[in-house]
């Protein structure tokens, strides 16, 4: 078990790389540097980075940085221990676009010892998407300044 944060660690870091100017960039997944072989995320990387970050609190299940998807665990906030929440996320294009992206959201409540399906709040995965694309556009704003 303890393998799968390694690879998630070494896929997320294959996405990344450096043109071979010196210069830093975050991968974009639609450039490749000419005359450099280097691996691109499948997807947006800033949207990819900025759902991890965003995700960061929940342990994963699952994470393709080429097919764009991020599967979240069950978690079980201490603050409700009745209740738990599992969250996937879609990647789904290359550019920095809200509507490259999509989050659902899976509740269940505790009824005894069995937990049950329940419907989520319709805004926790409106609040999940609006906090993703503001942490891409911070890591995209931060790229191009250390460009410039």
């Known amino acids: 078990m303890r393998v ?13 790389g450096s043109s071979n100017d010196g210069t830093r960039e975050m991968d974009t997944g639609t450039s490749i540097a000419s005359g450099s072989t280097r691996m691109t995320l499948g997807v947006n990387s800033y949207l990819w980075h900025a759902s991890l970050d965003t995700l960061s609190f929940l342990p994963l299940a699952s994470a393709d940085p080429f097919g764009g998807v991020i599967i979240s665990e069950w978690y079980v906030a201490p603050s ?21 992206l999509k989050v659902v959201v899976f509740r269940q409540v505790r009824n005894g010892n069995v ?16 906090s993703i694309l503001t942490r891409a556009r911070e890591l995209r704003l931060a790229t191009l300044g250390q460009q410039g």
């Open 4 to 16: 799968l944060p390694a690879l998630l660690c070494a896929l997320v870091l294959a996405g990344c």
């Open 80 to 100: 409700s221990p009745d209740e738990r929440l599992k969250v996937t996320i879609y990647i789904m294009d290359r550019a920095l676009r809200a509507d490259g």
């Open 115 to 130: 937990w049950q399906d329940a419907q989520p709040s319709p805004d926790t995965a409106h609040k999940l998407e609006d």
